[in-house]
Each structure stands twice: as C-alpha cells, then as structure tokens.
C-alpha cells in the first residue's frame, strides 16, 4: 500500500460516507451540505491522482455553482432550519436502484480489470485534457454540449410559462 | 530586466519546512494588517470624498481606529439567535475566513529572494492551475455568505443571502470568462509564468511591420481588464453592487443576526477578498510584482530582491483606491438592472471578446492565406453585427386606465398622478429666472 492507495482509500470512504448522509439526512439544507463534502472528496481523488485541472474545476463547477444553485433553489421556495420529516421517499426502490448501479459498475470495473495494475496516466495538466478532449473525445465532448444547450432552452420555455 | 530572478514553476515545493511556516505567517499577518488598513484608508478617502476628516482619534491621523475596532467587536456579546441552526451558523463565517485566506497562498509576491540563506520564490506556492484555485476559493466563499444568511433562522439574512448567492453566481461567470483571454495569450494558468510573460512586450508583425505590444494585459486586453474589475466589485460584495447588505433594504443583509468575534470573521473575510481580487487583477492584468516601466528605465534593480514587494504593495492599494472611489460616488443598482447588467452585457461581450482573441492568436500563428481568411471573417462578422443589430422596441406606456377592482378594495391614485412640484423649489427657479428682482418679488 503506498500513500496513494491510502489516501484513495480514505477519500472514498468520505465520498461514500457523506454520499449515505445526502439521501439518509432529514434536514433538506445539510443533505445539500453533505453533498458538498461527497464531492469535494472526490475533487481531491481527482488531486490525488495528479489531475490537477479536473480537480479544481470540479470544485469550482459543482461545489462553487452547481450545489450552491440547488442550495439556492430549495431556500428560495422551503428551506426549513432543523428536520423535516414530513418528506416522503421512497425508500425500497431507490435503495435497490442505488444499490442496484453501484453493484453493477463495481462488477463492471472488476470485470474489467480483474485486479491488475494500470499505469498512472500524465498529470492531467491542462495542454494534456485539451488535446485528447478536442482529438479523441470530439463527438462526446459536442454532444454533451448540446445536451446543456437543449437543457438551457428547455428550462428557458418552462420558465416562460403559456404566452399568447 | 533581470528575467533570471522571474521563478519558474519548478522553483516551488522545494522549500524547508520553517521556509514554508514563515511565508504562511508572512502573508497571514499581510492580510490581515491590509485588512486593517484597507478599512481605515476606506474610511478616510470616502471622508475627504464627503469633505469630512473621516476617523482621527485613534493613534496618528486615526491610523488606530480599525484596530480599536476589532477590539471591541471582540469584547462585544455572542449572540446565539434561537431560531438559528447552531452549527452551520458557526460554520459559516469559519467558511468565509479560511476561504479568503486560502485563496491568497498562490499569489506571487516577488522574484526570486533569499530568507536566512535560502533561495526561495516570494511566494507561497504556485500550481499548473493556479488562477483556478482563487477562482474555486472564491466560489466556496458563498457558502459562508448562504449559510449565513440562512442558518440565522431570520428573513432579512435569508434574503440577503438568497441575493449573494445568485450575484456572486453570476458574476462568477463573467469574472472567470474574463480571465480566458489572459490564459490564451500567456499560454499558462500558473501565476507566476503570467506575471513572467507579462515582463517583457510581444514582438507582433502588422502587415510587415515589426511592432512592440505592451507586457502589461490591461492594455492589450482592455475589454477583459475592465470586466474582470467590474465582475470583481460583484463578486465582493462591494458597491455599487452591495445587494446583499443593502442597508437601506436588508437592515444589514446576511450578517444581520451575527455579532461580536463571528461578525468579524465576516467583515475580515469582506476585506481579505477585496485584497484578494485587487492581488490577482494585478498579477493578471498590471504585471504582478514587476516595477512600472519608467522606473525600470533608470534603475535596473527595480525588479530585485524585496523591492517587488512594494511595487505589487501599491498597485493593489490603488486597486483598493478605485474599490472605494466607486463606493464614495455611485449608488447602488436595482437588482434587476444588475442580473442584467451581468448576463446581457458582460457575459456577451466577453463570449465575442475570448472569440477576437482566440481568432488574433491564431491568425498571427498561421501563414498568410488563413490570416486573411480570418481577418475577413473578423470584418463579415463586424458588418452582420452592424447590419443585424436589433433596433430599441418601442416600448408601449403602462396602461394608466384606472383597474376595475371589486367593491370594498382599498382606493388605489390613479396610475398618472403627478406630484406637484415642492413650493421651495418653485421658489429657487422663479427667483433663478429672475435674478435682479429677487428680494421684492420673493415675498
């Protein structure tokens, strides 16, 4: 085990820890908050395997904005200071299909990789996640982009309401 | 110009460990003297704006008042509101302060200087992905203002802190879509390679002609300097785009319910970030720590040792002189005016901006044909604008017909009342009309 593995390990075990505490917390604004944690744990696994640049914007994109926007969202129509218990949730489905996907990608990656060793790639700077993004991953990268633009423009006509 | 004493990137993470507890110390205790400074030189330059003396009391031409300050909030009593979630309302100032501080660690202070013998860069650290990391601080430094405002279990917070959030979100954007033109024409996010670059002038061929451009990017990227300033006075917080503290409709905004050491932690975090934002337009746009040119000219050592110190010292105050110079003059914008302003405007122009730039730097690497090419399609691109810009609607006049309300309403004015102009005034223009008269016709 180097000190890698360790602190892979570790930031995991947070990741997942504070993921559980997303959906199992009855107070709506540290649900949001636990989400915070889940992904800044993942950022620094992203640091951790040196790709610096995915860190940081995944920091600066879903901590800084992503999250605050929904933060703002439910304290813009109910944000209730201590539990709410009165939400409802399903709890069986949601915890089979959890359980469900994460059991599946995991046996994915097993599968996959059957406990061998891959090499680190190079530190993901940002001149190396330009070039393979804009040569390898071209079509991914367009079609995402469309996907938020039709998001955009869907949230925009929803937001218009009926118009005559 | 010594570019010998310019740190590259592998000059950092070398540092002994006493090094590195000297320079945290180093730039804590600078945050926090500017900070103290920063509030008295507010206070007095907006005093001199309003033709008062500002504070001048306390110590040498009230030098002292900010300090007297702190102590007193620090006595003040700790008010715990009960409606407030106890512990995100502790936490959230805690998230603020170390936010601020933490975004101040990759600024570069100096050249290369010697500390007890050891060669080290005047500067904490410094990554790949520098620039990023401030922006990323500055993004988690609006959970401090949100929770705040929400975790006080009271409306006024909460409002300010549902309008923090959204500016701050906002103008986020602009701020970092300003920042892009200076990472293309660097061709680096780490800040010490763009205060490097920024040391000695480009040499541009324009149609065979070798020109010199500027070093300094507030000159070569006007319009990115000048909205990452005005994207940075939103992002602070600060007037003209004071929202979300807006005294005269917030009481006090998100820090309303806090008081004593927790509301210093906000206020200290307020200023730091107003530092912070100063420090980076420096090192992105005024050449870092480097001397202005003129001296440069007549003294070579300029750029040496610990003078850089004082250079990036004083750009950042005059920095911190427009932040005030903006408060001691504008009024605060209508919070509609200034989502608008941010998305409809900035936002645009910096899209078109980063477009012109991205397209210069490609044309100056490319031969001759595709520069054409490209000039061409800058000018199609100019004249479609011109052509096509969309022309002011008419905008028709509310309607002013008085509503058909139900019986038992509250009487409502009508819609076209006019306010009869104040007999004071009246008096003024007649008397402005007729100046000789004044006396027997005023009575």
Redesign the interface.
Known sequence: MTVTDILLLALGAVAAGSALRVVTTTHIVRAGLWLVVALGAMAACYLVLTAELVAWVQVLIYVGAVVVLLLFATMLTRAPIGPSPELDRARFPAALIGLGSGGGLAALFIFGYRWGKAELAAPGTAGVLGKEIFSGWVLPFEVLSILLLAALVGAIVVSRGERS | MNLAESPKLEDFGHDVWWIILIKVVGIFAFLVVMTLFTIWYERKVVGRMQHRPGPNRVGPIGLLQSLADGLKLAFKEDIMPK???KA?FFIAPVISTVCAFTAFSIMPLGGMVSIFGERTPLQLTD???AV??V??C???G??GI??GG??S?STYP?LG??RS??QM?SY?VAM?LSIVAVFMTAGS?STSEIVAAQANGSQQEIFGSTVTLPGWYFLMLLPSFLIYFISAVGETNRAPFDLPEAESELVGGFHTEYSSLKFALFFLAEYINMVTVSALCTTLFLGGWRAPAPITTWWAGANEGWWPLLWFTVKVLILLFVFVWLRGTLPRLRYDQFMRFGWKVLVPINLVWILLVAGVRVAANADNTVRYAIYGGFAVLLVGIIMFWPAKKQVEPASIAPEKLPEGSFPIPPMDLVVPPSPRTKRIEHAAAAPSATPEQGE
């Open positions: 409606l407030a979630d995100v990554l790949p992905v990023l990391l922006l990323a500055g993004g988690l609006i959970y949100v929770l929400w975790a279990g909460l802190g549902l959030a959204a979100i986020e970092g996010m």
